[in-house]
């Protein structure tokens, strides 16, 4: 720990703005580890439990998915199966803005993220040119200068290569970061495609259809006794 801070200070003033993107960066990418793995550990079997319930009772496949409100698939589900003999289209367009409001969550912090990729290198360059700067406030060409200007101007090389590299190690940290979060979000937007269809299937099947095909028998024995 005493070496980081050493190799902080020696990195001149920016490394202030560096260590605190840097602290944002990592904060940002455990919060964002623990939301998709309590999501993606628990989701399998939350859509499996309420489908399988979904063939046979609404009410019971309505009361697994308001168990798990707390996560985003819970309340993706959910969103549909609390409405009362919804047609298809209305169905259908409650699973669409469920899902909306859910991409939106899940978008949580890319924003950040792309903010200190983008930051954090021109923090790195700009302590690359105060280094330089300092470099060459202590050089004295052609004057013979001390060994002590020789060291004030290798520390300011120093500070310009620490600056540089950390703005770039910073970057790259973040960057990895939101590429993975954004593949995770492609792939939760694949499978709630395909569970929202599987469970809307399911409902035209089982529960829309029988009921309008015996309506619709109903008033044809009425009309035509």
């Known amino acids: 720990m005493s070496n ?6 020696e990195g001149g003033p920016v490394m202030a703005p560096m260590l605190g993107l840097s602290v944002v960066t990592i904060s940002c990418g455990l919060e964002r580890a623990w939301f998709w793995y309590q999501l993606l550990s628990q989701e399998d079997k939350i859509v499996h439990d309420v489908l399988d319930a979904a063939q046979y009772s609404l009410e019971e496949a309505r009361s697994i998915a308001a168990q798990a409100q707390d996560l985003a698939i819970g309340r993706f589900l959910l969103a549909p199966l609390k409405l009362r003999r919804p047609t298809p289209e209305t169905f259908n367009l409650a699973l669409e803005s469920a899902a909306d409001k859910e991409f939106i969550k899940m978008r949580k912090g890319d924003k950040l993220l792309e903010t200190v990729v983008a930051i954090a290198p021109l923090l790195g360059l700009l302590g690359t040119v105060t280094g330089l700067i300092t470099t060459f406030g202590n050089l004295n060409v052609g004057g013979g200068g001390s060994g ?17 590299a950390s703005g770039m190690i910073v970057a790259i940290i973040a960057l990895i970061i939101f590429r993975i979060l954004v593949t995770f979000q492609s ?3 694949d499978y709630f495609s395909e569970k929202g269809s599987e469970l809307e299937l399911i409902y035209r099947q089982n529960w829309y259809e029988p009921q309008h095909f015996e309506a619709v028998e109903q008033r044809s024995v009425l009309t035509n006794p």
């Open 148 to 164: 002590e200007q020789a060291s004030a101007a290798a520390g300011g090389i120093g500070e310009a290569l620490i600056a540089t």
């Open 187 to 189: 792939q939760q937007m």
């Open 4 to 9: 980081l801070l050493d190799l902080a200070r």
